[in-house]
């Protein structure tokens, strides 16, 4: 990619880039990326405009906030995943949580499945992904301003959050993922995922139990 600074001029002091092409700063991990998305390219053509005419403004990174549409289902997404962050050997816990859209007594509620990557140490942010059929990008834009403004997971389960019956749950599944992370890292629980499962159930220590009822193994089940 095209290297540029925060101003988005080239080595060259008279060329400026900005879009597709150029490498960008990356805060949730502190490097350089490339990032094909129209909203930061937007942005950072006004921004080059500003600095052609003087004003000295400064981008500030691209998270690689993006959602999309499949059938009846929506899928959004900020900072990195969770093969990144394992990729790089830093240390992470990524939790799942499975909560309504919208109050479940209110008609047409339905499930979302969301993900939170995060460092257990510090709180750090690296990342959310979200899939439902409803009100799916919402909660990746709340949990995007809070990695742009550098909160943390302790910071999302604070967030006062709009809630009517029709639109949310009086305990938000932000504020919710805020919460299970808070007690992940203050060790009074602790998870694991799918593919670690074998090896939990080999252990003499570890049984497994179904919580479910008839009712909710019958509507949906993987295996």
């Known amino acids: 990619g095209i290297v540029v600074d925060e101003a988005m001029r080239t080595e060259d ?6 879009g597709d092409a150029i490498e960008i700063y990356n805060p949730t991990l502190g490097d350089q990326w490339q990032v094909a998305m129209a909203g930061p390219a937007n942005r950072q053509g006004r921004l080059a405009a500003d600095n052609i005419m003087g004003k000295g403004r400064k ?3 691209t998270i690689g906030t993006s959602v999309l549409r499949c059938f009846d289902l929506t899928a959004a997404c ?7 962050v394992k990729q790089r050997g830093l240390p992470y ?4 949580i ?13 499930a979302i499945s969301l993900k939170l990557v995060f460092n257990p140490q510090t709180g750090a942010i690296y990342g959310a992904q979200c899939v439902g059929a409803a009100l799916v990008h919402n909660r990746i834009d709340v949990i995007a301003t809070a990695m742009v403004a550098g909160q943390t997971v302790e910071d999302l389960a604070h967030l006062e959050l709009c809630y009517a019956p029709p639109f949310g749950t009086a305990k938000d599944p932000v504020n919710y993922a805020g919460m299970v992370a808070q007690d992940v890292m203050d060790g009074l629980i602790d998870t694991c995922t799918f593919d670690e499962l074998p090896a939990l159930l080999a252990r003499p220590d570890v049984a497994l139990l179904d919580v479910r009822t008839p009712k909710e193994v019958a509507a949906s089940q993987i295996a």
Do not use: D, L, M, Q
């Not at 900020?78 to 990144?84: A, H, L, P, Y």
């Not at 909560?99 to 339905?110: C, E, L, Q, R, T």
């Open 13 to 18: 002091p008279a060329v400026w880039a900005v």
């Open 59 to 61: 981008y500030r990174g």
């Open 78 to 84: 900020t900072g990195v995943n969770e093969r990144t």
């Open 93 to 96: 816990k990524a939790i799942h």
């Open 98 to 110: 499975f909560p309504k859209n919208h109050a479940g007594y209110y008609p047409g509620s339905k």
